[in-house]
């Protein structure tokens, strides 16, 4: 099966400026997950879809970033406007159902730097 | 709330020693533990979880809850073990919907 798709690869702007990245899940996973790692921790989940709902946004933070999950499928996370502590990997993860017991997929992250 | 210790950022072997990769939680519900791994250039990929009990490329995992630990475990490291290790944890009860809480990994170096 193909794995999760994210794209960019790497992505630098400057403070204040705004950004976007795109995640497409592996075909039939019903949930979604954006993780952020800043460099040296480990990755923090940011927000979490099953199919086009919001499960868990507790760790966004929402008045600079937002995702949606258009029919349940591709979903974007946007950063504006962006900080220099928003400098990390942003990874995209799927799973099949969502459960505690379901492995997760994950993509192979957006870099982000912020300058 | 969650929270996942690993204690330790690096880890040095030799190859061919016992290695063991300490993981530490707090979770007061019902905690369900996992491993992830990634190797150099490739993304974050499972393990292997309590729930299987499985042993994944030579490695065990035995979760205690007297101690609160899950720590990773292999008799004879090989270099191909040398990667970036987390330690993850997830609500095993109500609708969590596989929401995963990751310690901040430790990078083993199996040296030949």
């Known amino acids: 099966e193909a794995g999760v798709a994210q794209s960019p690869r790497y992505k630098i702007i400057e403070k204040r400026q705004s950004v976007a990245f795109w995640c497409n899940p592996i075909?039939?996973?019903?949930?979604l997950y954006w993780y952020q790692q800043i460099l040296g921790q480990g990755p923090k989940l940011l927000i979490q879809?099953?199919?086009?709902?919001?499960?868990?946004d507790s760790q966004l933070p929402k008045d600079r970033f937002s995702a949606e999950r258009l029919k349940g499928v591709d979903s974007t996370l946007k950063i504006q406007p962006a900080k220099l502590e928003d400098s990390a990997v942003y990874l995209c993860?799927?799973?099949?159902?969502?459960?505690?017991?379901?492995?997760?997929?994950f993509g192979n992250g957006t870099r982000l730097t912020v300058t | 709330a969650q929270r996942v210790t690993q204690p330790e950022k690096l880890l040095s072997v030799f190859k061919g020693a016992p290695v063991e990769l300490k993981c530490n939680y707090s979770?007061?519900?019902?905690?369900?533990l996992f491993w992830y791994v990634q190797y150099s250039r490739q993304r974050l990929q499972l393990l292997l979880r309590?729930?299987s009990r499985e042993s994944i490329k030579g490695f065990t995992a035995d979760l205690n809850k007297g101690e609160t630990s899950f720590h990773l475990k292999k008799p004879f490291a090989q270099e191909e073990d040398s990667a970036m290790y987390y330690c993850?944890?997830?609500?095993?009860?109500?609708?969590?919907?596989?929401?995963?809480?990751f310690g901040q990994g430790t990078i083993l170096t199996v040296h030949p």
């Open positions: 309590h729930i």
């Open positions: 879809f099953q199919n086009n709902g919001v499960v868990d």
């Open positions: 979770y007061s519900g019902s905690p369900e």
């Open positions: 993850a944890l997830a609500n095993a009860g109500g609708t969590s919907y596989g929401k995963l809480t």
């Open positions: 075909s039939g996973h019903a949930t």
């Open positions: 993860a799927s799973s099949p159902r969502g459960r505690w017991y379901s492995p997760l997929h």
